[in-house]
């Protein structure tokens, strides 16, 4: 099982940016799937995720510095996720991963490899 993440760049503040993340062989529907970055010098977080499963599949979420900014979103027939990022920001700066839960569970389990946003 792989998620190769691709789309990422170097911009100036309010400048936009397309991630993508291709989820190859994975043989089961996560219950979500999402996104994460890690700031230098800083612990990965969270920044948005889609649920697949549950009450609350097809609803998606964020941290708050990014809403109205940033959207995620998957499209089922090319096992990718997105995230458009707009009006991007210095603080957006990161390496942005995308992430998987690991089969029959809700904790994130399956990492891509991630790919470098500057803003600046």
């Known amino acids: 099982v792989q998620l190769v993440e691709s789309g990422g760049g170097s911009v100036q503040p309010g400048g936009s940016l397309r991630l993508s993340c291709v989820f190859q062989?994975?043989?089961?529907?996560?219950?979500?799937v999402g996104w994460f970055r890690q700031a230098p010098g800083k612990e990965r977080v969270w920044v948005a995720q889609v649920d697949r499963a549950g009450r609350t599949a097809g609803t998606t979420s964020y941290r708050d510095s990014v809403k109205g900014r940033f959207t995620i979103s998957i499209d089922n027939h090319k096992n990718t996720l997105y995230l458009q990022m707009y009006d991007l920001k210095p603080e957006d700066t990161a390496i942005y991963y995308c992430a998987a839960a690991s089969e029959g569970t809700w904790t994130y389990g399956l990492w891509g490899q991630g790919t470098q946003v500057t803003v600046s």
């Open positions: 062989g994975l043989t089961y529907e996560p219950s979500c």
